[in-house]
């Protein structure tokens, strides 16, 4: 079981940035997916998090109104799609998912069971 997470990059502040996320097995479809972030000397933190649906979504308080999450389950792929970007987003991006099939979103990252590689998102002032 592999997720491999892409799309980071280096961006100045209020500009944007695509992350996906691919899934090696069709299972995922029916898993809750999620993107957490961690920037240095930080906890990791939840940033987003979404049903096998598509229908419930979570945002951290922080990226509300600026970040959508969502999923293509024929592609088994989750994405980050992030607006007006600003230099404390930045941090290693990672996607997870939970693997309680047909959950409702989590946000504690003890939660989830898969995790991708990160990928770097850097945001100049």
């Known amino acids: 079981v592999q997720l491999q997470a892409y799309g980071g990059g280096l961006v100045q502040a209020g500009g944007f940035l695509r992350l996906s996320c691919a899934a090696s097995?069709?299972?995922?479809?029916?898993?809750?997916l999620g993107w957490f972030r961690q920037a240095p000397g930080k906890e990791r933190e939840f940033v987003a998090a979404?049903?096998?649906?598509?229908?419930?979504?979570y945002y951290a308080d922080s990226v509300k109104g600026r970040f959508t999450i969502s999923r293509d389950k024929a592609k088994n792929a989750v994405y980050l799609q992030m607006n007006s970007l600003k230099p404390e987003d930045t941090a290693v991006y990672y996607c997870?998912?939970?693997?309680?099939?047909?959950?409702?979103?989590?946000?504690?990252?003890?939660?989830?069971?898969?995790w991708g590689q990160g990928t770097q998102v850097t945001v100049s002032s």
């Open positions: 097995e069709r299972t995922f479809s029916r898993y809750v």
């Open positions: 979404i049903n096998w649906s598509g229908d419930r979504i």
């Open positions: 997870a998912a939970d693997k309680v099939e047909f959950g409702v979103p989590v946000t504690a990252h003890a939660e989830y069971d898969y």
